[in-house]
């Protein structure tokens, strides 16, 4: 008898934060699937909130294992949410992303984003949303608090300050 190839859905929670914008900043992820979950964070020393915003997607998308997966990505991020449910990131990218801001994060999510299925899910931050507050504590210890507790954090290559 053949194995059921159906996978089951991916739910992406994200945030990101920076503390000063631009100033030392983070993003976190959690990727729940089937029962299973896993959290991802990381900072940088001079970064924007929308960067981190839309790295903490980039970052989920990447881990996940398989082509094609169903994914659900819940974030506060308007920039990040818009730009893809408005259709605004197509529209940049016929224009080869010029006078974009973040044009290398964007052409990283693109090729990401066209792998699986995603859909985007705004959610009001600081309003209690547990993974999201979640999410936030991770981005804010791996950048701010990082930095502030003496930590080096690397330098955001892609940041034109």
């Not at 983070?26 to 089937?34: D, K, M, N, Q």
């Not at 954090?153 to 940041?159: K, N, S, V």
Request: charged share 20%; glycine share 12%; aromatic share 12%.
């Amino acid at each position: 008898m053949a194995e059921n190839s159906v996978k089951p859905p991916i739910f992406l929670f994200t945030d990101g934060a920076s503390s000063g914008n631009p100033g030392p900043g983070g993003y976190g992820a959690i990727l729940r699937c089937a029962g299973l979950e896993k959290e991802l964070s990381g900072g940088f020393a001079v970064t924007t909130n929308n960067r981190m915003e839309l790295l903490a997607v980039i970052k989920g998308l990447e881990a996940i294992r398989w082509a094609n997966a169903e994914v659900h990505v819940y974030s506060d991020s308007s920039y990040v949410v818009n730009a893809v449910n408005k259709g605004w990131l197509f529209g940049w990218e016929k224009k080869d992303f010029a006078k974009v801001k973040n044009p290398d994060l964007w052409k990283r999510f693109i090729v990401l984003y066209r792998r699986h299925r995603v859909s985007f899910h705004w959610i009001k931050g600081h309003a209690g949303h547990p993974e999201n507050e979640r999410c936030d504590a991770m981005a804010v210890a791996a950048g701010a608090g990082a930095f502030a507790a003496g930590k080096s954090l690397p330098a955001d290559t892609g940041y034109e300050g």
